[in-house]
């Protein structure tokens, strides 16, 4: 349904037109992860392995104690700097502990 009326005053007021699509610019798809990317960080993590931080963490999730999804957060924060790359971390590590 179209927003405009037709009329000259009112809530929804103007001339009816078609709107347009405009096509999406290569900057709103900056930093999405390509294909070739995703393959190239997923044969680094097969060679490598797990960084000894990320050991660590692995470590405090299977040991249990009080919290350890807390501890492994604060660890995960303090290493990597933000709250948010933490949780990202930790739930990464926590699916490649379950499968």
Do not use: C
């Not at 999406?24 to 992860?33: D, Q």
């Not at 660590?56 to 303090?78: C, D, H, S, T, Y």
């Amino acid at each position: 349904m179209s927003n405009d009326t037709g009329i000259a005053v009112g809530l929804k007021k103007g001339y009816i037109v078609t709107k347009r699509v405009p096509k999406t610019l290569p900057s709103r798809r900056k930093g999405k992860l390509g294909n070739r990317v995703k393959l190239i960080r997923q044969v680094i993590n097969d060679v490598a392995g797990l960084a000894p931080y990320e050991k660590r963490i692995v470590e405090m999730l299977k040991g249990g104690g009080n919290n350890p999804q807390k501890r492994a957060w604060r660890f995960a924060k303090k290493r990597l700097g933000t709250h948010k790359r933490a949780k990202r971390k930790v739930n990464n590590l926590s699916s490649l502990i379950s499968q």
